[in-house]
C-alpha cells in the first residue's frame, strides 16, 4: 500500500495536464539530499499527502535503482530510521524511512526510464492532517489514502477508496456532486463491474478506476482523480 502510494502522489501531480513543475533557478528552499552525480530539485507546489504538507524533490541518474536505493537506505539507517523497502523489479524500487525520534518522515520512489533512472524523494512531518480534502466522499466508502497539489490554477487530488456499494451507485453519486450527465460512449460501460470513466463540467474533472466485487455484500474498489479550477 504504501509503494502504491507513492505512485499515486506522482500520478495526482502529473495527472493535471499541467506537467512537472521543476525549478529552473536556485530552489527556495535548501534540498536536504544529495546523491553522486544527480542534482535534486523542488517539484510541485503546496504539496499534501494523507493531509500533511509535503515537500518534493526530483532528480535523474545514470546508475540503476537498486544501487541508488541502496545509497539512501544505507545513509538512513546510519541515522536512526527504520527502513521499509519493496522491489517490484530491476526497474522501480521504494524505500521509506521513519522515526520514533523525529516527526519527519522520507520516501524514496527509483523508476528506471529509459537509459536513466528517475529519483521522487518526499519528505513530511507525521503531524495532524493541515488540509481538508475536497474530494466528496460517498457515505458507505472508506478513505485509504490521498494526496494532494496546486499547480498553476489548478487544484489535484488522488484518492483510493474502498465502498459499501455498487459500482453503479458510486458513478451515480460522482456523476451528481459534477451535476453532469453520463455522456456517450461512458453509457455504454455503466453496468460494467471494471471501467475507467471520466466525468466533468466547467470547472471540475474526476477521473474514476473502480473494481465492483459482490461476495455477501457489494464492494467497490475505487482509485479518482479530481480536479478544480482555483480563482
Wanted: hydrophobic share 40%; proline share 5%.
Amino acid at each position: 500500500m504504501r509503494r502504491i502510494f507513492g505512485l499515486g502522489l506522482i500520478a495526482c501531480v502529473c495527472a493535471s495536464g499541467l506537467g512537472v513543475l521543476l525549478a529552473d533557478t536556485k530552489p527556495p528552499f535548501e534540498v536536504p539530499f544529495h546523491y553522486p552525480g544527480a542534482d535534486f530539485l523542488p517539484m510541485g507546489d503546496k504539496l499534501a499527502a494523507d493531509g500533511l504538507s509535503r515537500r518534493l524533490y526530483y532528480a535523474r541518474s545514470n546508475d540503476a535503482p537498486t544501487k541508488i536505493a541502496d545509497y539512501f537506505e544505507a545513509r538512513w539507517r546510519a541515522q536512526g530510521y527504520g527502513i521499509e523497502r519493496e522491489t517490484l523489479d530491476s526497474q522501480s524500487v521504494w524505500v521509506g524511512a521513519t522515526s520514533t525520534l523525529t516527526p519527519e518522515r522520507y520516501s524514496l520512489l527509483v523508476e528506471k526510464q529509459g537509459t536513466q533512472s528517475v529519483l521522487l524523494i518526499s519528505s513530511h512531518s507525521a503531524r495532524e492532517r493541515a488540509t481538508e480534502l475536497r474530494i466528496p466522499i460517498l457515505e458507505s466508502c472508506t478513505l485509504l489514502s490521498d494526496s494532494e497539489a496546486h499547480e498553476r490554477g489548478v487544484y489535484t487530488a488522488m484518492a483510493f477508496l474502498r465502498c459499501k456499494a455498487y459500482a453503479s451507485e458510486v458513478l451515480q453519486f460522482y456523476s451528481r456532486q459534477l451535476d453532469t450527465e453520463y455522456q456517450a460512449p461512458l453509457e455504454s460501460v455503466l453496468d460494467l463491474k471494471h471501467s475507467y470513466v471520466v466525468l466533468q463540467n466547467g470547472t471540475q474533472n474526476a477521473q474514476l478506476v473502480y473494481s465492483e466485487v459482490v461476495r455477501d455484500a457489494p464492494e467497490t474498489a475505487l482509485s479518482i482523480v479530481w480536479q478544480e479550477r482555483e480563482p
